[in-house]
């Protein structure tokens, strides 16, 4: 949710790790700090806010079920854009959107037709989300988190996320997780990325967890989001 609060999002961008930073799209400061997070080597990603079961409201860039077609892929388009050095995408809530083939299929396709062969990655923001599957069926490279660290902002139920953060990587070799620029979870974040390395855990940017994911699910290699150019 990166965008919106300049101090906060400095804080968590000059964190040592390679974390990847979420932006909303033309929100006061996502422009400028995108860049800051890119020339620290950081990645970048693009927070494209979609339509949740609560109804809430999200802003400019709002992905609907109203939407037309064209209204859809060019709202989606405009928002990419106005975040420099994307690597990839993932969802902003999104818990009803998510659940829609015919609209993760315009997504999909938008992603599929870029220059850039940004990634996808999969909130999960509801258990009956199918965008993955479409994502994988467009041969976007793509990813689900495992965990939110802050749904509460309880400082003790942040911990608790954390410590089953590491039990999940231990477990799967890798892990997903996904947190937000709340003051607890700067704090909290500071104090625990440095005891990861004493467990042989190491932070690393999400095309890199993608890439581990496509390797222990034995997928072919994506030369290109072409499906004539994949190596059976």
């Known amino acids: ?24 799209p033309k929100r006061p400061y996502s422009e400028r700090l995108a860049n800051r997070a890119a020339s620290y080597g ?23 079920l109203e ?5 859809f892929q060019e709202s989606v388009q405009v928002s990419i854009n106005s975040v420099p050095h994307a690597r990839g995408v ?25 220059d850039d062969n940004l990634y996808f990655v999969d909130s999960k923001t509801t258990a009956m989300t199918v965008a993955s599957q479409i994502a994988k069926e467009h041969y976007i490279p793509s990813i689900s988190r495992d965990i939110f660290i802050d749904s509460s902002k309880n400082e003790k139920d942040i911990k608790s996320q954390l410590r089953y953060l590491k039990k999940i990587a231990a477990r799967k ?3 997903v997780a996904i947190g937000h620029p709340y003051p607890s979870t700067i704090r ?26 496509a390797q222990q699910q034995q997928w072919p290699k994506l030369s290109s989001h072409n499906p004539s150019k994949v190596n059976y």
């Not at 993932?90 to 870029?114: D, F, I, K, Y």
């Not at 909290?188 to 581990?212: A, F, G, Q």
């Open 1 to 24: 949710d990166l965008g919106n609060n300049l101090h906060q999002g400095r804080k968590l961008i000059d964190l040592p790790y390679q974390l990847t930073y979420s932006f909303l």
């Open 173 to 175: 070799g890798f892990a």
């Open 90 to 114: 993932n969802n902003h809530m999104g818990s009803l959107l998510t659940q829609h083939p015919g609209h993760m299929t315009w997504l999909m396709e938008v992603l599929s037709t870029r």
């Open 188 to 213: 909290l974040l500071s104090d625990y990325l440095p005891t990861l390395l004493e467990h042989n855990i190491e932070v690393v940017p999400v095309t890199k967890l993608i890439e581990l994911h």
């Open 42 to 64: 950081k990645e970048v990603m693009v927070h494209l806010p979609m339509q949740s079961a609560g109804r809430m409201d999200l802003g400019y860039g709002a992905l609907t």
């Open 67 to 71: 939407l037309t077609q064209r209204e």
